[in-house]
């Protein structure tokens, strides 16, 4: 297990999880937010590769389309 921070809260997570499979767990979809880890935005195209752990900081945002 791994503690992180996710959206501001904290929250443990499985270890071995990369930031793909949590932000489809958390019901978002890839295509429609931007991921920051650590004060970093990270590349879709990364999202499978990059695995999360203790300590890390996520935000993920999502973007609505409206008018």
């Known amino acids: 297990m791994a503690d992180i921070t996710f959206n501001g809260k904290k929250r443990t997570i499985n270890e071995d999880i990369n930031i ?7 019901n978002y ?13 990270i590349p879709k195209e990364k999202y499978e590769q990059i695995v999360l752990k203790q ?13």
């Open 29 to 41: 979809k890839p295509e429609h937010v931007v991921v920051e880890l650590n004060e970093e935005i």
């Open 20 to 26: 793909a499979t949590f932000i489809a767990d958390n």
């Open 55 to 67: 300590n890390d900081t996520l935000e993920v945002l999502s973007f609505m389309g409206g008018g």
